[in-house]
């Protein structure tokens, strides 16, 4: 009777009195202290009737009870599916639907709006808020401090995480045990984790960076994490010295840069600094080098695969790399169009195989058909090289996403949006470079013949339907969009067009 990640993450800390969480605060929760709100979270779960293999939505702002959320779910088999706070109630019942969840746990505030979408839809409401109020935690209060962990294999389902597609139509990507694990344990040896090691702990823990890399790493390893509630450049600096290691995304790196405070004394303490999610500029890792005598360690993963390659810990980091393949990842470069392998140095798509990869999507045979081979290479969507000695170059993407501050935005819901808005005959939204974020949003629209549209009415149509970090930065005009001969839009064309419409505001 075993539960493999429940083993490996949590159940082999038991009883240790070792702090896990370091609070904004300056409280701590221990290890046990963790466990314990946990299993009475498993309580409440299979209580209330939930079931190995059902799927549980989670809403709620980041909070040390959130975390023992996921654990609560490995620990019973049920599937953790974590969202972005940021989602509109339209974006909450297309995911609680397409998902049957069988409950969803939300904020207070969130309540009303979705309880009514719950109802229709036979899925049950509990509440979560960031102080760990709420109906979860009064129902918790009772019930025992230990749980009779739910045995599970490594092909058993852990978790579901939407990503957008291209279609528009969000895909849930189903992720086992044996994914997490193999990538906690590959990434904690990969990157030295010890049972010293602090984690500054800034990133959402609604998507793989923030949940499974940086959350799964420290558990592997027995770390400890100081647990922000979100990037605040002030508490990171406050922090830091407490700490040795950070995950990020690009834009937490080159804030940090942007602020005199940060400087080599403050990062005395540290011993790693992590970048993914999205590309990191070279010129920001040599200047980060230069300012504080780290050099930045990036990798590179997608939900669909957690990490996938990496830098090494030891020998050159290079910049502007995203490194090797971890041990155990098979990775190689493809022609897009025949799907042959090409030779190094080439540029083609990039496909990765491994115990990483997950299984597919949730309900969409079709789709994990035209992604994930036969022969278990998951065609990425990204495009790459690899140099003379190994290092793989991420140099674009084979897919129409955009990546603003490490979100994956997909332009296809924007699209939807804006040519369903009065006087848009059509539309096309790209990319266009930013300081902080690195890419932002930039709808391009055609009007109407004689019926120009209001600017600010197309805005406000994004109001309840889509998440606020999806909403285009900034709309123009033209009278017709580039097409290719085979009539399709031609978004290089329009992304070198417009690359300065930002930046020069
Ligand atoms: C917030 N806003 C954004 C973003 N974040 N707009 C565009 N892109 C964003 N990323 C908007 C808000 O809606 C708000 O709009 C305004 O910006 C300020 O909001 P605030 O909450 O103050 O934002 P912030 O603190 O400045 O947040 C920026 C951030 C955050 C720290 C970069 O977005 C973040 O933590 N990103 C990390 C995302 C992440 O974890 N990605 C990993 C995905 P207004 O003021 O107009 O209302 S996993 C992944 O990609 C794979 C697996 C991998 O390899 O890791
Ligand atoms: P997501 O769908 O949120 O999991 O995002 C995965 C995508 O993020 C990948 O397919 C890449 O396009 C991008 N990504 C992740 N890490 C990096 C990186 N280090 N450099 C460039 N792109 C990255």
Known sequence: MTNPLYDQLFGK????????????????????????????????????????????????????????????????????LPLNTAYTTDELRYFVKDSAAAALICDANSYQALSPVCEGLGTRVETLDADGSGTLMEKARGQLREFPTISRSED?????????????????????????????????????????????????IFHTHGLFVASNVSLMAGGAMIFLPRFDLDRLIEWMPQATTLMGVPTFYTRLLDDPRFTRGLTAHMRLFISGSAPLLAEANVAFETRTGHRILERYGMTE????????????????????????????????????????????????????????????????????????????????????????????????????GGYNIYPKEIEVVLDSQPGVLESAVIG????????????????????????????????????????????????ELPRNAMGKVQKNVLRDQFKSVISTD
């Open 432 to 479: 266009v470079p930013h300081a902080d974020f690195g890419e932002t949003v930039l709808g391009v629209l055609v009007p109407e013949p004689g019926n120009a549209p209001n600017l600010d009415q197309v805005m406000a149509g994004f109001q309840s339907r889509l998440a606020r970090f999806k909403h285009p930065r900034k709309l123009v005009l033209v009278d």
């Open 156 to 204: 058993d389902l852990a978790a579901l995480l939407y990503t957008s597609g291209t279609t528009g139509r969000s895909k849930g990507a189903m992720l086992t045990q044996g994914n997490l694990l193999s990538n906690a344990m590959t990434l904690a040896e990969e990157w030295r984790f010890g049972a010293d090691d602090v984690l500054l702990h800034a990133l959402p």
């Open 13 to 80: 800390h038991a009883g240790s009195s070792r702090p896990f969480l370091w609070l904004k605060d300056g409280s701590t929760i221990s290890y046990d202290g963790f466990l314990q709100t946990a299993a009475r979270l498993a309580h409440v779960l299979t209580r209330s009737g939930l079931q190995p293999g059902d799927r549980l939505a989670v809403q709620v702002a980041k909070s040390p009870e959130a975390l023992a959320l996921y654990a609560a779910c490995v620990q019973t088999g049920i599937v953790f």
């Open 305 to 404: 695969t957690n990490m996938n390659t990496s830098n090494p810990y030891e020998g050159e980091r290079r910049a502007g790399t995203v490194g090797f393949p971890l041990p155990g990842v098979d990775l190689k470069i493809t022609d897009p169009a025949t799907g042959e392998a090409l030779s190094q140095g080439q540029i083609g798509q990039i496909e990765v195989r491994g115990p990483n990869v997950f299984k597919g999507y949730w309900r969409m045979p079709e789709k994990t058909g035209a992604e994930l081979r036969s022969n278990g290479y998951f065609i990425t969507g990204d495009l790459g090289k690899i140099d003379r000695e190994g290092y793989l170059h991420i140099v674009g993407r084979n897919k129409d996403l955009i990546i603003s």
